[in-house]
T-cell receptor
Framework: RKEVEQDPGPFNVPEGATVAFNCTYS??????FFWYRQDCRKEPKLLMS???SGNEDGRFTAQLNRASQYISLLIRDSKLSDSATYLC????????????FGAGTILRVKS | GAGVSQSPSNKVTEKGKDVELRCDPI?????LYWYRQSLGQGLEFLIY????????KSGLPSDRFSAERTGGSVSTLTIQRTQQEDSAVYLC?????????????FGPGTRLTVL
């Protein structure tokens, strides 16, 4: 079983749609959680951290369920510029800041 | 300010040759990480440095892979006797320190192709 699992997609949605991505992780000792965004042939960039209480940043909302070892990302009012691969990332915390990445979910927003 | 830089951006080599990949972290960042991303795969952790020491080398795929960091700044990843399965994008990241809540900033990567 992979340490971090995501639906690879692609999710093809029209502009303005709401789309949700899910992710599960296997290591119950995981300490911190993130969503990164990766554009085609570019490096990953932090989109947002994920907190147990849930957090929102503009059109983006992230949720964490530690009991179910489940992380979600909700994007409202999708823009063409949201098209990218979204990486679910978990810090397993055995040694410092060791990140484990999911394989990513592809989002394509179409006009 | 300047971000993480990596060189070369692209490297094509023949099977069996050695290659060195370089990473310049963000100035003042004490933690540095190496990952690789194979086509269609997620990022795979290789090694990380806090200062000049490497507390976690668990991700290095074989003893052909090694990395060093000197002066708490620049790091080099060396792959000896390259194999075709080593072809991937090698990404370097740095963070302020190795706290698990610090953002990691990634460089643009080195695309390695082993013929």
């Amino acid at each position: 079983r992979k340490e971090v699992e995501q639906d690879p997609g692609p999710f093809n949605v029209p502009e303005g749609a709401t789309v949700a991505f899910n992710c599960t992780y296997s290591n119950s000792a995981s300490q911190s959680f993130f969503w990164y965004r990766q554009d085609c042939r570019k490096e990953p960039k932090l989109l947002m951290s994920v907190y147990s209480s849930g957090n929102e940043d503009g059109r983006f909302t992230a949720q964490l369920n530690r009991a179910s070892q489940y992380i979600s990302l909700l994007i409202r009012d999708s823009k063409l510029s949201d098209s990218a691969t979204y990486l679910c990332v978990v810090n397993i915390g055995e040694y410092g800041n060791k990140l484990v990445f999911g394989a990513g979910t592809i989002l394509r927003v179409k006009s | 300010g300047a971000g993480v830089s990596q060189s070369p951006s692209n490297k094509v080599t023949e099977k069996g040759k050695d290659v060195e990949l370089r990473c310049d972290p963000i100035s003042g960042h004490t933690a540095l990480y190496w990952y690789r991303q194979s086509l269609g795969q997620g990022l795979e952790f290789l090694i990380y440095f806090q200062g000049n020491s490497a507390p976690d080398k668990s991700g290095l795929p074989s003893d052909r892979f090694s990395a060093e960091r000197t002066g708490g700044s620049v790091s080099t990843l060396t792959i000896q006797r390259t194999q075709q399965e080593d072809s991937a994008v090698y990404l370097c990241a740095s963070s302020k320190d190795d706290s698990s809540y610090n953002e990691q900033f990634f460089g643009p990567g080195t695309r390695l192709t082993v013929l």
